[in-house]
């Protein structure tokens, strides 16, 4: 199993990045996808989180500004980020969690918002 998030980088305050994450070795459509972040120095948390049928949910920090899609035809999940503020900074991890909750991570990809 596989998971490669892209997509990270630096970005102003009030700007936008994509987060993507390919995932390989697993049937995508049957797992929950989840994005976490982990600031320096904090617990990682859960950022967004889409069902097997495309329900979603999010962290109330990120609310009405982030939003999370899945491409099963892709293998892909993604994480549209805008009006990013300094303390969405993070590295940012995807998640698959199968149906037996067994959790398959990604390596993390970095993300900087500057003031």
């Known amino acids: 199993v596989q998971l490669q998030a892209s997509g990270g980088g630096l970005a102003q305050t009030g700007g936008s990045l994509r987060l993507s994450c390919v995932a390989s070795?697993?049937?995508?459509?049957?797992?929950?996808m989840v994005w976490y972040r982990q600031a320096p120095g904090k617990q990682r948390d859960l950022v967004a989180l889409?069902?097997?049928?495309?329900?979603?949910n999010y962290a109330d920090a990120v609310k009405g500004r982030f939003t999370i899609s899945r491409d099963n035809a892709n293998n892909t999940v993604a994480l549209q980020m805008s009006s990013l503020k300094p303390e969405d900074t993070a590295v940012y991890y995807c998640?698959?969690?199968?149906?037996?909750?067994?959790?398959?991570w990604g390596q993390g990809t970095l993300v900087t918002v500057s003031s």
């Open positions: 998640c698959a969690r199968g149906p037996d909750f067994r959790d398959y």
């Open positions: 889409i069902s097997r049928s495309g329900g979603t």
């Open positions: 070795g697993i049937i995508f459509s049957s797992y929950v």
